[in-house]
């Protein structure tokens, strides 16, 4: 069984046809994505090349050997990513809101 997480993540695929829950999710239009999407391919294999690990070594099976990632296509690693960001500095004030002495000096 593979993780199951991963089942319901949510991927382009699923989200291309709906552009106000896309732009809710990343706020960018399907246009403005489709536009970015071919210069972070570009950064993203340049930065993580196939022929290495991600830690940069050598591999030691062939592209495409063993496990599938979580993000097999490029798109959504990028939704991925504009999600996060849209999304990670809102669950820090939720989190202050709820626990506001974490912040205070001791």
Not at 3 to 21: C, F, S, V
Not at 66 to 90: E, M, N, S, Y
């Amino acid at each position: 069984m593979g993780l199951a997480y991963t089942q319901r993540m949510l991927n382009y695929e699923t989200l291309k046809d709906r552009p106000r829950d896309f732009l809710a999710a990343t706020s960018l239009k399907l246009e403005e994505f489709l536009q970015l999407l071919p210069a972070f391919e570009v950064a993203y294999t340049q930065r993580y090349p196939r022929e290495l690990t991600y830690e940069g070594k050598p591999r030691q099976r062939r592209v495409g050997g063993g496990a599938t990632g979580a993000l097999p296509r490029v798109a959504d690693k990028l939704l991925f990513i504009l999600v996060d960001q849209k999304t990670h500095p809102l669950q820090t004030m939720h989190a202050l809101q709820q626990f506001p002495e974490r912040g205070k000096p001791q």
